[in-house]
């Protein structure tokens, strides 16, 4: 095993410490946001910090990156007070990843890819077409993260909307049936594939699958 101690990453140079300390935590969620703006301009955004909040009220979770530079995400949301939260599939990976590019504020991230906004239910905010999973949510409020200038930005989701090929009988959503990707680190992109599901575990009982 290899050992990094946090002297050697605070001299370390900025891409080779943004690899590793991205990679740390593991996979996470790879999703889209979809904002508009007052003025009309479609915008569209990868995030990794997704998280699940609660589910009573349901409730998700994203962080932000200090505001010291123009977040077009974080300024459409606090105008309109809604965003859609889009899954990212195998097919969209390359486009999806694009949108961490800064455009300018007038640019729609939609006409510089492949991928289409679909609006739904007269909604004004756009979904990401082909998304086995789409949420229409709403800012609740955030939190700045003292220690490094971010802001947790807490949401209510409004309105699911989930492609019946992933959904199960008891609304459980098998996401690898959608091909939903998984990023990890920074840039890096995977596939994951459920291998097991367990039924709720009991002290003193052994685990027993769902799938088997």
Same mark, same amino acid.
């Given at each position: 095993?290899?050992?990094?101690?946090?002297?050697? #990453?605070? $001299?370390?140079? %900025?891409?080779?410490?943004?690899?590793? @300390?991205?990679?740390?935590?593991?996979? %996470?969620?790879a999703? #889209?946001?979809?904002?508009?703006?007052?003025?009309g @301009?479609?915008?569209?955004?990868?995030?990794?910090?997704?998280?699940?909040l609660?589910?009573?009220?349901?409730?998700?979770?994203?962080?932000?990156?200090?505001?010291? /530079?123009?977040?077009?995400?974080?300024?459409?949301?606090?105008?309109?007070?809604?965003?859609?939260l889009?899954?990212?599939t195998?097919?969209m =990976?390359?486009?999806?990843?694009?949108?961490?590019?800064?455009?300018?504020?007038?640019?729609?991230?939609?006409?510089?890819?492949?991928?289409?906004?679909?609006?739904?239910?007269?909604?004004?905010?756009?979904?990401? +077409?082909g998304?086995?999973?789409?949420? #229409?949510?709403?800012?609740?409020?955030? $939190?700045?993260?003292?220690?490094?200038?971010?802001l947790?930005?807490?949401?209510?989701?409004?309105?699911i $909307? /989930?492609?019946?090929? @992933?959904? %199960?009988e008891?609304?459980?959503?098998?996401?690898? #049936?959608?091909? /939903?990707?998984? =990023?990890?680190?920074?840039?890096?992109?995977?596939?994951?594939? =459920? @291998?097991?599901?367990?039924?709720?575990?009991?002290?003193? +009982?052994?685990s027993?699958?769902?799938? %088997?």
């Amino acid at each position: 095993m290899r050992k990094f101690t946090k002297d050697e #990453l605070f $001299y370390m140079s %900025k891409v080779p410490r943004l690899n590793l @300390v991205n990679c740390l935590t593991g996979y %996470k969620s790879a999703n #889209l946001i979809g904002t508009c703006s007052e003025s009309g @301009v479609l915008n569209l955004a990868i995030f990794s910090s997704v998280t699940h909040l609660g589910s009573e009220p349901p409730l998700l979770g994203f962080i932000l990156r200090p505001t010291t /530079v123009p977040r077009d995400t974080y300024k459409n949301i606090k105008e309109t007070g809604y965003f859609t939260l889009n899954h990212i599939t195998e097919e969209m =990976i390359a486009d999806a990843h694009h949108t961490s590019s800064s455009y300018e504020e007038e640019v729609s991230e939609f006409d510089k890819i492949n991928l289409e906004p679909e609006f739904i239910d007269n909604n004004k905010v756009p979904f990401v +077409k082909g998304s086995p999973v789409q949420l #229409l949510c709403k800012y609740v409020n955030e $939190y700045k993260i003292e220690e490094n200038d971010c802001l947790h930005i807490i949401a209510s989701i409004e309105t699911i $909307y /989930v492609d019946e090929k @992933v959904l %199960k009988e008891d609304l459980w959503i098998q996401l690898d #049936l959608g091909n /939903v990707v998984a =990023i990890n680190g920074l840039d890096g992109y995977a596939v994951p594939k =459920i @291998v097991d599901r367990f039924h709720y575990a009991r002290p003193d +009982k052994p685990s027993i699958s769902m799938l %088997k």
